[in-house]
Nanobody, 127 residues
């Protein structure tokens, strides 16, 4: 049974940094798999933020490119989202998700078909 647990959310000032972690149980991060981060702000739809496939290929939403970095630690079965230069518009609930297939450019960000999701961690950025 795949389980994902996010941590590291909290409050930050604009321009600050946070690092989110996603501890994945029963998941081999070396295998064909798309580990992704999504977010959802109040009143808005879900948005794909970043994704990593087999620890090699990464994808980012245009709004976070250059500010956020997705990575993984295979030994710890953990996926990270390093968030720098935070903006108030980054405020959202952030979710980790896993799909047992490589990330597909252009479609991973919809989150459709991802069978495994964490419960989320709140990120609040104040100006």
């Amino acid at each position: 049974q795949v389980q994902l647990m996010e941590s590291g959310g909290g409050s930050a000032q604009a321009g600050g940094s946070l690092r989110l972690s996603c501890a994945a149980s029963s998941v081999d991060l070396n295998s064909r798999r798309c580990m992704s981060w999504f977010r959802q702000a109040p009143g808005k739809g879900r948005e794909g933020v970043a994704a990593i496939s087999r620890g090699i290929t990464t994808y980012y939403h245009s709004s976070v490119k250059g500010r956020f970095t997705v990575s993984q630690d295979n030994a710890r079965s953990t996926v990270y989202l390093e968030m720098n230069s935070l903006k108030p518009e980054d405020t959202a609930m952030y979710y980790c998700a896993a799909d047992p297939a490589d990330c597909l450019p252009g479609s991973w960000s919809s989150g459709v078909g991802f069978p495994y999701w964490g419960q989320g961690t709140q990120v609040t950025v104040s100006s």
